[in-house]
Structure formats: C-alpha cells, structure tokens
T-cell receptor, first 114, second 115 residues
Framework: KAGVTQTPRYLIKTRGQQVTLSCSPI?????VSWYQQTPGQGLQFLFE???????NKGNFPGRFSGRQFSNSRSEMNVSTLELGDSALYLC?????????????FGSGTRLTVV | SQELEQSPQSLIVQEGKNLTINCTSS?????LYWYKQKYGEGLIFLMM?????EEKSHEKITAKLDEKKQQSSLHITASQPSHAGIYLC???????????????FGKGTHLIIQP
C-alpha cells in the first residue's frame, strides 16, 4: 500500500510570508501528526488531527496551525514566517493514533526561510 | 515532561563489527519506537516495544526494552554500510489520554560504517 506522502519536498520562502504543507496519510489511517525537526531542538511534536479535529497540540506559537479534511489528508500552515522556522517538517500517519498504535512517517518537507 | 537520552551521540564502526545504541528515559516507558533516518529524509520504522523485557529482531537488528521499562537498547550484528544513518528512539506519552499526545524523541545517534 502507498506510504505517507508529503508535498512539496522542498520549499524556500521569505521571512514574513506564509506557507502551507500537505500530508496524505496511509489509506485507512485517520490520525495525522506533525513534527518539526531542527539540528538544535531535534524532533518536536506540533499537533495531531483525528477525524478532522485537533486532539493534541505541542508547545508552538499560534502561527503554526493545521487542519484535516474528510479524506484524512492534512495541511499545516505557518504564518508570518521567521528564520527560525527553517526546518524539516514531518508528518506521521497512524490508524487511530494514541499509545502503541504505531506511526509511519513521510519523507518530510524541507522548509528554508530566507 | 519525559526526556529521552541516547548514547552514544555518534558512533564510527568498522564494517562487520557489532554495535549497541542505548536510549534512557526519565520516566517509565509506555511504547518505545526505534526509527532510522537518512540525513534530511523521513523516518523509517524499525521496531516498537511495549512490554518490559520484550525483545524484537529484524534481520541483523535487535531491540530490547528492559524489565524496569526505563531503558531500551538497539543492537546491530555484523554491521554493513546500509546500516549507516541516524537512529532515533521515540516514546509514547506517559499519559494514557486519548489521541496521539506526540512522541518524545531522543536527539539521535549518528552511525557511520567504515569499510
């Protein structure tokens, strides 16, 4: 079966702009989580969506938001980009999410803010 | 909050040698995942451990979760160039609430295999 698809793979944006990233989970999976990976902070949890509802949120400012559609595809949006937002953004797909259900990650979107 | 410490941070091993990577948690582990990452790419799932004392193997990689459930180890036997990459351990939230509270990850172990 197809894996987790993230688009685009690479993105260059200017400070102050906004950006939207997309994630299509594995067919049948209803939970999508988003993570930010930077050299300094490592992998950090952004938020998780299940059945079009945000269930959990990490410690990130309100500039980071997301949504999930009825087909489980998810988008995350970052507004008023800052240089520090440059990172690899990864999404993880899970059947229903939660402890011990397992997570499959996509290849990520590399965002560079200049 | 839970913290995961991985050791070593980096490892250079001659091809064919065995190696072990450790992941120590500040709290009891409820679901421990091992992933491998090539630089700048996504995470490849290796194994998930749930019970204290559990041990799983896949090809030449074996992972264990200790009885007290605060440490896991990943052991690679007869290492090959294909094993090179970053190994990350991730832990489920200690809270049992619904939904994905987000995995907490270690900083990773960079593994280099020398021919």
């Amino acid at each position: 079966k197809a894996g987790v698809t993230q688009t685009p793979r690479y993105l260059i944006k200017t400070r102050g702009q906004q950006v939207t990233l997309s994630c299509s989970p594995i067919s049948g999976h209803r939970s999508v989580s988003w993570y930010q990976q930077t050299p300094g902070q490592g992998l950090q949890f952004l938020f998780e969506y299940f059945s079009e509802t945000q269930r959990n949120k990490g410690n990130f400012p309100g500039r980071f938001s997301g949504r999930q559609f009825s087909n489980s595809r998810s988008e995350m949006n970052v507004s008023t980009l800052e240089l520090g937002d440059s990172a690899l953004y990864l999404c993880a797909s899970s059947l229903v999410g939660g402890r011990n259900y397992g997570y499959t990650f996509g290849s990520g979107t590399r965002l560079t803010v200049v | 909050s839970q913290e995961l410490e991985q050791s070593p941070q980096s490892l250079i091993v001659q091809e064919g040698k065995n190696l072990t990577i450790n992941c120590t948690s500040s709290k009891t582990l409820y679901g421990l995942y091992w992933y491998k990452q090539k630089y700048g790419e996504g995470l490849i799932f290796l194994m998930m451990l749930q019970k204290g004392g559990e041990e799983k193997s896949h090809e030449k990689i074996t992972a264990k979760l200790d009885e007290k459930k605060q440490q896991s180890s990943l052991h690679i036997t007869a290492s090959q160039p294909s094993h090179a990459g970053i190994y990350l351990c991730g832990a489920d939230s200690p809270q049992s609430g619904g939904g994905a509270d987000g995995l907490t990850f270690g900083k990773g172990t960079h593994l280099i295999i020398q021919p």
